[in-house]
């Protein structure tokens, strides 16, 4: 049975791209938009910013694809110009990079599984908790350097793979693993006190 455009892979996606079809593109487009919005958004918080640099980076995409010859993912090689295009809008508006509200990922489940254990009741003690956990984590979070926050972010919220991760920040696999291992510590130390965790478990 003939394959419809929706069900291709990205992979053939592109190849039709690279072969003049524009509808294929659009379709890569639909497929990763929210995600390339919501990488931005933990970047850029103006909601109008995020929408034109999203349609930036889409455009940059389209210029540079027959270039892609798929040595990595295409989803890899999209976050990597995503980024790039919001880094340099920070630079040229010198502005200071801001974290990610943590209740940006909430309708598809991503955050950080801090309260495993912790027991499932929803008392208002654990509600309050949780509350506290999240806010700690959002400030634990916008302490970071911006090399930290982006691989603990790509990691924890993306679902990334290390090697996406390198490809994405341009960077060995090494430095992604040191980057979130430092931002995990970090995070951590500010939790011990509200999860009353020994020094030597994160949490």
């Known amino acids: ?65 027959n270039a892609f ?30 974290t990610t509200s943590t209740t940006q990922d909430n309708d598809e489940g991503e955050s950080f599984d801090l309260l495993e254990g912790q027991g499932t009741d929803d008392t208002p003690e654990r509600l309050l908790l949780s509350q506290e956990i999240a806010r700690t984590v959002e400030e634990a979070m916008a302490e970071l350097p911006e090399e930290l926050r982006t691989a603990i972010q790509l990691r924890e919220l993306e679902g990334l793979s290390y090697e996406a991760i390198a490809e994405a920040m341009g960077c060995p696999i090494g430095t992604v693993r040191s980057r979130i291992f430092r931002a995990r510590e970090a995070i951590a130390r500010r939790l011990r006190p509200l999860l009353e965790t020994p020094p030597d478990r994160r949490w």
Do not use: C
């Open 1 to 65: 049975m003939e394959e419809t455009p929706r069900s291709l892979t990205d992979a053939a996606l592109v190849a039709r791209v690279q072969a003049g079809d524009q509808a294929a593109f659009g379709l890569l487009v639909e497929k990763y938009r929210r995600r390339v919005e919501r990488l931005i958004a933990r970047l850029v918080h103006d909601p109008a910013e995020v929408e034109d640099l999203a349609q930036e980076t889409f455009i940059k995409a389209y210029r540079a694809i």
């Open 69 to 98: 010859r798929g040595e990595s993912a295409f989803y890899t090689w999209l976050y990597r110009i995503a980024l790039n295009t919001a880094k340099n809008h920070l630079v040229s508006a010198k502005r200071e990079v801001m």
